[in-house]
């Protein structure tokens, strides 16, 4: 929940000529009313937007939300689904993300939905069952092409907007069993198509560690998103 139209406009124009020629996939995943600001300066870049979040539903008594198809209608391209922050404070459930996944792709959108455990269920040793059962329920129902083009966020609870990071084995070891998990359901071909994120106080710092792992395929950023000179290093790491 940050930067009014005008910020996230100046912002995106520091960033563009930073990130022009990288190969890197490069989201801004903004609030609803920076959304068609957003696009607007966006055009005729490499940059590409997302919404935080969005309801199921296409329309209805549900006031306060903004639905999948609203955000295609303006030209949204991405939007996450299950952030902690919306499971801990705004009660998302498995259950709710997975419906929601169905409803972005329902809406050609295409969903970056994020998995992680609790520091509390880290040290008893159940973070790997945690997250690949979060895994297994978020894509219940999806067929293999949906899966395919489906982006994971790993990002361990503990370690968002703390300033602790996962080690880069630690994080690593995560997302390949999230890559595992899926394997062991769907099969290997459709594994390795799977795009999985690090997230979790991933800085200019960190990055290039992170990004050279095995599994890890890029970053979910948070506070170091905000700056836009700190997000072009983190673009340009991976």
């Excluded at 996450?80 to 809406?107: C, L, M, P």
Aim: proline share 3%.
């Amino acid at each position: 929940m940050n930067m009014l139209p005008n910020e996230a406009m100046a912002f995106i124009e520091n960033l563009t000529p930073a990130v022009k020629n990288t190969k890197n996939e490069v989201i801004l995943c903004v609030p609803y009313t920076d959304l068609f600001y957003s696009l607007l300066v966006t055009q005729n870049t490499n940059i590409k937007i997302g919404a935080q979040n969005m309801h199921w539903e296409e329309k209805g008594a549900y006031t306060g939300e903004v639905s999948g198809k609203m955000l295609k209608s303006i030209g949204v391209e991405y939007v996450i689904i299950g952030h902690s922050e919306r499971r801990q404070y705004f009660a998302e459930t498995d259950e709710t993300v997975n419906k929601k996944i169905k409803s972005a792709f329902k809406n050609e959108l295409k969903p970056i939905v994020c998995v992680g455990e609790t520091l509390e269920q880290r040290e008893q040793g159940k973070h790997i069952e945690i997250v690949t059962n979060q895994t297994k329920l978020a894509l219940d129902g999806l067929d293999t092409k949906q899966i395919e083009d489906i982006i994971i966020a790993y990002e361990p609870i503990w370690a968002i907007g703390t300033g602790k990071t996962a080690t880069s084995e630690d994080a690593n070891q995560m997302i390949k069993a999230i890559r595992d998990k899926i394997q062991e359901l769907y099969g290997s071909e459709v594994a390795q198509k799977v795009i999985i994120l690090y997230g979790g106080s991933v800085k200019p710092e960190n990055s290039k560690e992170l990004f050279s792992t095995s599994d890890i395929d890029g970053g979910l950023v948070g506070g170091a998103s905000l700056l836009a000179d700190d997000f072009a290093k983190i673009c340009l790491s991976v």
